[in-house]
């Protein structure tokens, strides 16, 4: 990390990294250029409470008020972090390649976004959209209002396809025998609310959540319950048997 700051505050490396990053060398264009430069990239969370005004804004409407110019800018961001994780979005994803792959029936449904919550220290931070509203977009928006594809076709991704593609047993389906965690939805409200400058919006429309059997959620409101564990598929090493351990 301390040698990340002193690369950064170095002027001869921040030229021949910005010289990389606008023009990359061979195939590898960078996020940057895929997401179309500065307008392209929304600084998503920062650490620092003195940047806390930054969160939810385009790197090309920071670069416009500081005068400077962008890529500049997020060196200086980063500084100002002290080299702490500073999350971004890129919008580099293509909406025709989203719709073909949920359209696909072997592809399931998956969401890389932390759990987070809108109030508590991590209400403070911002956060990408898909923490709150992965699933429910999909059967709202490209289910119901779409009809991209049929409800229990985007169900089966969620939940049995997902589970089988993981390798988690006993998992995914209705079934005796099997653990019992079960969403009750309503197909015709429930919705996504959570949008990139206002990320810490609950979905609406999800009326019961269970987890092992036991209520976690009750009408849109979380109970005390806490019956939910860690899974991992037959793959997974825990860590004192992994290479190098």
Known sequence: MDSLLIRLRDPATRVRLRAEILHPAG?????????????????????????????????????????????????DILLAEGGQRTDAIYFVMSEPDVRAALATWWVAVNTDANGVAPDGPYGAQSTHPRAYGTFTRILGHYVRDLGLLR???????????????????????????????????????????????????????????????????????????????????????????????
């Open 151 to 245: 409800l229990e076709d985007a169900v089966r991704k969620m939940t049995s396809l997902a589970a089988q593609r993981v390798g988690l047993r006993g998992r995914g389906v209705l079934r005796r025998g099997m653990f019992a965690d079960i969403t009750v939805f309503d197909p015709a409200t429930v919705a996504d609310r959570a949008t990139f400058e206002q990320p810490h919006q609950p979905s609406v429309g999800v009326a019961y959540v269970f987890v092992n059997g036991q209520k976690v959620l009750d009408h849109g409101k979380l109970t005390a319950a806490r019956p939910g564990r860690g899974l991992r598929g037959p793959g997974y090493l825990p860590p004192d048997r992994r290479a190098g351990r």
């Open 27 to 75: 195939d590898v264009e960078g996020f940057y250029r895929e997401a179309g430069g500065a307008e392209g990239v929304l600084i998503a969370g920062v650490f620092q409470d003195s940047l806390r005004a930054l969160q939810g804004k385009r790197l090309s409407e920071i670069a416009a008020a500081r005068h400077r110019d962008p890529v500049e800018t997020m060196f």
